[in-house]
């Protein structure tokens, strides 16, 4: 995820997430020190994989909010053929930047610094998975479904996280595929005209 108002960031990493699948297995992602930066929980990201294992070989993913690049990375480690991430904020970026550089097969991914609202409009479009994870506080997700719905294929998957007591819903050809919710968050997988 990004944030709409970042602070400066400390110099270094205040933590760290790893990928937990896949050829990139065991890969450190920092965390640095941001408002609104919320890494999507181990958890919750082993549960979402396994729901996605099937569809995830040779799709073309965006993370729209990429923040640590969890979600992103995550599923090209597991077999996407190409994911596109998108972090407003440029030290995030530079930095996800320098760990697919060293990464086998990092060229599959593509770090965009950029407003995600602001570049969905002229974006290529043409995406098999989307991952809507933005910064709560910023209450982006109605706008980012809207602008991301003509960005995906008619198949496409859709994955949704937010606070519990929150439940943005995309438009009326998504489907709920799988849901599920932590103390802290709800996440939910859709898909386009799925059962």
Known sequence: MNRRNPKPAS???????????????????PVIDRDGLRPTADR?????????????????????FAGTGALGLEAVSRGAREAVLIERDPQL??????????????????????DALTWLRTAPGGFDLAFV???????????????????????????????????????????PHREGRTREVRYVLYRRGGA
Not at 11 to 29: C, E, K, N, Q
Not at 44 to 62: D, K, S, Y
């Open 11 to 29: 110099a270094s990493p205040t933590g760290a997430v790893r990928i937990i699948g896949g050829d990139w297995r065991g890969t450190r992602l």
């Open 44 to 64: 919750v990201r082993e549960t979402l994989f396994n729901w996605l294992q099937p569809v995830l070989p040779g799709a073309r993913v965006i993370d729209l």
């Open 93 to 114: 970026a530079e930095g996800l930047r320098q760990i697919a550089a060293k990464l086998p097969g990092g060229e599959r991914v593509q770090v965009i610094c950029a």
């Open 133 to 175: 994870d933005p910064p709560f506080a910023g209450n982006l997700w109605d706008p980012a479904l809207a602008a991301l719905d003509g960005q995906l294929l008619e198949n496409a998957w859709l994955y949704v996280e937010s606070p519990v007591e929150r439940s943005p819903i995309p438009g009326s050809a998504w489907r």
